[in-house]
């Protein structure tokens, strides 16, 4: 059986590509622009778990939107049958997709994010959602078009995207301040001074001080500038 590269590691570019959606043709990195994005993938279109997750995203997109996120979803079938589709979700859910949908139905894309390998052929005809179960991953990318969060989910799990605005939260705030997020770490709770960060800078950058426990844990309030 045909084993995946996996997908494109924190760090690394994301790919451009071209592409059919369901709002029209794009250029992946010409849609994006300055913004933040999400690209979250789905296996085949009619999936039950998919369903739910697509509508679900619609619901929150606002939440995206005030953090300057645009999201972007991708289902390897053409996009006939994702507008087809997104009848179905706006009936069960209460939201149909409000954002482009990539019709994959050569399977570029889920190849060039290493979703899928170059060996599983140029087209979606006769695949079964089994067959694409590796294209169930959520990728966030910054302005910069690097990599910042990859998710990785089974088929049978759906997806916390409410987990995916936490992470945005916390990877926005840490681009701008030198300060890292604990577990759990939630908008308004305390964070931790990056150990990159010396003495002098921190007294400069925190003025009212931090709480350590240890030298290289140190809890200071969230920046809010």
Not at 27 to 39: C, T
Not at 49 to 70: H, N, Q, S
Not at 155 to 173: A, P
């Amino acid at each position: 059986m045909a084993t995946t590269t996996g997908p494109l590691p924190i760090g690394s570019d994301a790919p451009d590509f071209e592409a059919m959606t369901t709002e029209g043709p794009i250029r992946f990195h010409e849609w994006l622009g300055n913004s933040w994005g999400v690209l979250f993938s789905h296996p085949k279109d009619f999936t039950p778990v998919c369903t739910t997750e697509l509508g679900y995203m619609a619901r929150i997109k606002p939440d995206f939107d005030r953090r300057g996120v645009k999201i972007i979803g991708l289902s390897v079938d053409p996009v006939e049958s994702h507008r087809g589709w997104s009848k179905d979700i706006a009936e069960t859910q209460g939201y149909a997709p409000n954002y482009p949908m990539i019709a994959d139905l050569d399977l570029k894309v889920s190849k060039l994010y290493g979703m899928l390998p170059a060996e599983a052929g140029e087209t979606c005809e006769g695949r079964t959602a089994l067959d694409n179960q590796t294209v169930r991953n959520v990728y966030v990318i910054g302005p910069d078009k690097k990599i910042k969060l990859v998710l990785s989910y089974p088929m049978s799990t759906g997806r916390n995207f409410d987990e995916v605005l936490r992470v945005i939260d916390s990877i926005q705030l840490t681009a701008k301040h030198k300060v890292a997020t604990p577990v759990n770490w939630r908008d308004g709770d305390k964070v931790i001074i990056l150990p990159a960060v010396q003495e002098a800078e921190a007294r400069e950058r925190f003025p009212h001080g931090w709480d350590a426990p240890k030298p290289y844990l140190r809890y200071v309030p969230q920046p809010r500038d």
